[in-house]
T-cell receptor, first 109, second 114 residues
Framework: GQNIDQPTEMTATEGAIVQINCTYQ??????LFWYQQHAGEAPTFLSY??LDGLEEKGRFSSFLSRSKGYSYLLLKELQMKDSASYLC??????????WGAGTKLIIKP | IAGITQAPTSQILAAGRRMTLRCTQD?????MYWYRQDLGLGLRLIHY???????GKGEVPDGYSVSRANTDDFPLTLASAVPSQTSVYFC?????????????FGPGTRLTVL
């Protein structure tokens, strides 16, 4: 079956760094997405990785290891506005996104 | 630029009633999607359309139908609503539905079936 695993909830301190992990098992693989979703709002795109390695975009970076079925999202210099759920999603062989349940990130002052 | 709009924002519906959730995008995207989001579960794909005139079934299509008469609109119909269809419904679109295509989401419809 197809499966995405990520932690349910994480807590971090303002100004710190946090890493949110995601493991995936899909039938075929065409890339890994990260989305941010604030409470009561729609998901918004953060990153896409299809090749192994680290992609950096400002305070956010995303890493992919295809051989390990593993990705992480790294958030630096955390701000209170980063409090949100972070959704990991893998694109399968049919180009359909398989979504994790999301990691709720709580930022404390 | 509106992006993707959904209507209604929220709805309370009696079981057995028919309901259509509306979705319109103005980005001229070819691919459109309907998802439901339930607490503790990931987004689950209900139906999708890769281009106007074609539709496909996702992971949880039972009890739902869609149509794609033109590029902009992708309505989702519940023929006879049941309480298990209580959820938040998101419509999304992407340029072509291919690898690397970012999906843009509408604001969602919160549906309660009693």
């Amino acid at each position: 079956g197809q499966n995405i695993d990520q932690p349910t909830e994480m807590t971090a301190t303002e100004g710190a760094i946090v890493q949110i992990n995601c493991t995936y098992q899909t039938s075929g693989f065409n890339g890994l997405f990260w989305y941010q979703q604030h409470a009561g709002e729609a998901p918004t795109f953060l990153s896409y990785n299809v090749l192994d390695g680290l992609e950096e975009k400002g305070r956010f970076s995303s890493f992919l290891s295809r051989s390990k079925g593993y990705s992480y999202l790294l958030l630096k210099e955390l701000q209170m506005k980063d409090s949100a759920s972070y959704l990991c999603a893998a694109l399968d062989s049919n180009y359909q996104l398989i979504w994790g349940a999301g990691t709720k990130l709580i930022i404390k002052p | 630029i509106a992006g993707i709009t959904q209507a209604p924002t929220s709805q309370i519906l009696a079981a057995g009633r028919r309901m259509t959730l509306r979705c319109t995008q103005d980005m001229r995207h070819n691919a459109m999607y309907w998802y439901r989001q339930d607490l503790g579960l990931g987004l689950r794909l209900i139906h999708y359309s890769n281009t106007a005139g074609t539709t496909g079934k996702g992971e949880v299509p039972d009890g739902y139908s869609v149509s794609r008469a033109n590029t902009d609109d992708f309505p989702l119909t519940l023929a006879s609503a049941v309480p298990s269809q209580t959820s938040v419904y998101f419509c999304a679109s992407s340029d072509s539905g291919g690898a690397g295509d970012e999906q843009f989401f509408g604001p969602g419809t919160r549906l309660t079936v009693l």
